[in-house]
């Protein structure tokens, strides 16, 4: 069984469209994240949510907003998309300390 | 706030020789840090993590990492580099605002084994 998983693995759209990334993990963790990792593999965090509540939002536009219908989703809406949106979003899960957390595989976003 | 430095955005060694990632950290608190893993296109592997029990962690694959607490540093080792171990390494930070926490990553190095 796969830890975290993500969908799509890869989403082509054009600008000004609105899209969702899901992420669903099966390890039991109460924390959930959001990670962007830019064409220099630069790894950001986006979000994280404890208990169904967001707790980081790391200026972030406000175009993208994470849902989360339970502890083992978070989904990533985005709206009005831009170019400069392409990137590599990763979503994780951890319990609470000592912190490790453990990433999705990635969904590759290309905005045209 | 915390933050992470690692040297060398390249690192080449030959396959068989001993490889070592460098990783400094900037911490207000006792830190917690990790070493992660990836390789092309796929997600992040933790390789191991230090929180604060030994100093000297050994991952998987055959990595250790040792932290030096008067060097502020976590560099990664492995004493014989294997053609697998091409990939990009990233060195993070954990950070805990208002009752979650988050990680800080350093810009990565890419490995490359030299046959």
């Known amino acids: 069984d796969t830890a975290v998983s993500q969908t799509p693995k890869y989403l082509v759209t054009q600008m000004g469209n609105d899209k969702s990334i899901k992420c669903e993990q099966n390890?039991?963790?109460?924390?959930m994240y959001w990670y962007k990792q830019d064409s220099k593999k630069f790894l950001k965090i986006m979000f994280s949510?404890?208990?169904?509540?967001?707790?980081i939002n790391e200026t972030v536009p406000n175009r993208f907003s994470p849902k989360s219908p339970d502890k083992a989703h978070l989904n990533l809406h985005i709206n009005s998309l831009e170019l400069g949106d392409s990137a590599v979003y990763f979503c994780?899960?951890?319990?609470?300390?000592?912190?490790?957390?453990?990433f999705g595989p990635g969904t590759r976003l290309t905005v045209t | 706030a915390q933050s992470v430095t690692q040297l060398g955005s390249h690192v080449s060694v030959s396959e068989g020789a001993l490889v070592l990632l460098r990783c400094n950290y900037s911490?207000?608190?006792?830190?917690?840090l990790f070493w992660y893993v990836q390789y092309p296109n796929q997600g992040l592997q933790l390789l191991l993590k230090?929180?604060?029990?030994?100093?000297l962690v050994k991952g998987i694959n055959g990595f250790e990492a040792e932290f030096k607490k008067s060097e502020t540093s976590f560099h990664l080792t492995k004493p014989s580099a294997h053609m697998s171990d091409a990939a990009e390494y990233f060195c993070?930070?954990?950070?805990?605002?208002?009752?979650?926490?988050?990680?800080?990553f350093g810009k990565g190095t890419h490995l490359i084994i030299q046959p």
């Open positions: 994780a899960s951890s319990h609470h300390p000592p912190y490790e957390q453990y």
């Open positions: 390890l039991g963790h109460d924390t």
């Open positions: 949510y404890n208990n169904k509540e967001l707790i």
């Open positions: 911490s207000s608190v006792p830190p917690y």
């Open positions: 230090y929180t604060s029990a030994a100093t």
């Open positions: 993070a930070v954990a950070f805990s605002r208002g009752g979650a926490d988050g990680l800080t």
